[in-house]
T-cell receptor, first 120, second 116 residues
Framework: DTGVSQDPRHKITKRGQNVTFRCDPISEHNRLYWYRQTLGQGPEFLTYFQNEAQLEKSRLLSDRFSAERPKGSFSTLEIQRTEQGDSAMYLC??????????????????FGAGTRLSVL | AQKVTQAQTEISVVEKEDVTLDCVYETRDTTYYLFWYKQPPSGELVFLIRRNSFDEQNEISGRYSWNFQKSTSSFNFTITASQVVDSAVYFCALSGNTGANSKLTFGKGITLSVRP
């Protein structure tokens, strides 16, 4: 059973460039989440998908950020015109979400190792 | 709005000592879920436990135990007989009970250092 994988693990870019990250979730998981973590802080929610539908976006997700999950499997997160403030660890998580008697029966989010972005 | 507070920022103990990591949360939901994750130096967040708000029974798993007290909105984590491999950042997190409120709200984390 492979876990969540993210690519690349590290990305160094110059301010103003575009970057794209990929996340491959655990195969049977229907939900996929993106979080951002800066130094000394806990992860902060960015957005999530159920299958291919993007159901929520955080205020942290500015217009320069876009995420897709075209076939309900892997997901990409693109940042356009990067700024130094975008430097952070970008974490992907996946879960199997199922409502049982109105409550999420599982929905334990399993995380990948993250992509560390440095904007120079 | 949901909030998780981990007031301790760094804890240093000597191997074999017991250590308790504190977590206090705020939520307006009547049903919610609490989590603990471990983040070793490699960076990957490792799931440790999920508890439902309607189940206040404490849980023990090996050297790990969790104390959930709804009356004080706390979900504390104790490591018994700590080991060097326990050195990591530990996050407490909270999520809602609906499909639309499943995202995790994390605390700032507690850095635990276990010295030999």
């Amino acid at each position: 059973d492979t876990g969540v994988s993210q690519d690349p693990r590290h990305k160094i870019t110059k301010r103003g460039q575009n970057v794209t990250f990929r996340c491959d979730p655990i195969s049977e998981h229907n939900r996929l989440y993106w979080y951002r973590q800066t130094l000394g802080q806990g992860p902060e929610f960015l957005t999530y998908f159920q299958n291919e539908a993007q159901l929520e976006k955080s205020r942290l997700l500015s217009d320069r950020f876009s995420a897709e999950r075209p076939k309900g499997s892997f997901s990409t997160l693109e940042i356009q015109r990067t700024e130094q403030g975008d430097s952070a660890m970008y974490l992907c998580a996946s879960s199997f979400f199922l409502l049982t008697r109105g409550y999420p029966a599982k929905n334990i989010q399993y995380f990948g190792a993250g992509t560390r972005l440095s904007v120079l | 709005a949901q909030k998780v507070t981990q007031a301790q920022t760094e804890i240093s103990v000597v191997e074999k000592e017991d250590v308790t990591l504190d977590c206090v949360y705020e939520t307006r939901d009547t049903t919610y879920y609490l989590f603990w994750y471990k983040q070793p130096p490699s960076g990957e967040l490792v799931f440790l436990i999920r508890r439902n708000s309607f189940d206040e029974q404490n849980e023990i798993s090996g050297r790990y135990s969790w104390n959930f007290q709804k009356s004080t909105s706390s979900f504390n984590f104790t490591i018994t007989a700590s080991q060097v491999v326990d050195s990591a950042v530990y996050f407490c997190a909270l999520s809602g009970n609906t499909g639309a409120n499943s995202k995790l709200t994390f605390g700032k984390g507690i850095t635990l250092s276990v010295r030999p």
